[in-house]
Nanobody, 123 residues
């Protein structure tokens, strides 16, 4: 079964931190490009952070210096540590995987998606 399951979302005040996790099954995260995307109400889904199979990380400009994507090969999980959160970070956060493409920020390049986890940042 190819499945991505997010967890760890919740409510946090502005300036606070939160970590969301993605557990993968039927997919080896160390050989895939894994990404986090988010979608706020009424807005398009957008790229947040990615990690290539070889471990190189890349981020959207809006989260650089605040968010960190990481991978635990033993657990086959991918986490997104979110610090200095802002109200504009409020969104449903989705885990995604690309089987072939590495380093992409485009939704169309990711073939597997999780169901999403809600992150709400209050003022």
């Amino acid at each position: 079964q190819v499945q991505l399951v997010e967890s760890g979302g919740g409510l946090v005040q502005a300036g606070g931190s939160l970590r969301v996790s993605c557990a993968a099954s039927g997919r080896t995260v160390s050989t895939s490009c894994m990404g986090w995307f988010r979608q706020a109400p009424g807005k398009e889904r957008e790229f947040v952070a990615g990690i290539m199979g070889i471990g190189i990380r890349y981020y959207a400009d809006s989260v650089k210096g605040r968010f960190t994507i990481s991978r635990d090969n033993a657990k086959n999980t991918v986490d997104l540590q979110m610090n200095s959160l802002k109200p504009e970070d409020t969104a449903v956060y989705y885990c995604a995987a690309s089987r072939v493409v590495q380093g992409s920020t485009q939704l169309s390049d990711f073939d597997s998606w999780g169901q999403g986890t809600q992150v709400t940042v209050s003022s």
